[in-house]
Nanobody
């Protein structure tokens, strides 16, 4: 069992910055990948960025050069530094963790989400 809690969302003006945090607890050593997803009104949930056990990162084209994903293993926390925010970044941002479940299945855990609103 893994629990994920996001924080750091809020209202910011275009061009501003926010840093999101995702604190993991529970069976954290079963996690082999983590990532940030977002879902805007009327749109499907999409991957923003993810990171593997080897610290390799992957970013959506829409956020490359603006967002940076990192993690602090000692604090069991993943971060998403978001710079030069645009109104199109407005969405609920979710933390995700993937674990290896029984029979080779992948178990996905999700946080409750944190709202990011970019507006003047």
């Amino acid at each position: 069992q893994v629990q994920l809690v996001e924080s750091g969302g809020g209202l910011v003006q275009p061009g501003g910055s926010l840093r999101l945090s995702c604190k993991a607890s529970g069976s954290i050593f079963s996690i082999y990948a983590m990532g940030w997803y977002r879902q805007a009104p009327g749109k499907q949930r999409e991957l923003v960025a993810d990171i593997g056990s080897g610290d390799s990162t992957n970013y959506a084209d829409s956020v490359k050069g603006r967002f940076t994903l990192s993690r602090d293993n000692a604090k069991n926390t993943m971060y998403l530094q978001m710079n030069t925010l645009k109104p199109a970044d407005t969405a609920v941002y979710y933390c995700n963790a993937e674990t290896a479940g029984p029979q080779g299945a992948t178990l996905n855990y999700w946080g409750q989400g944190t709202q990011v609103t970019v507006s003047s």
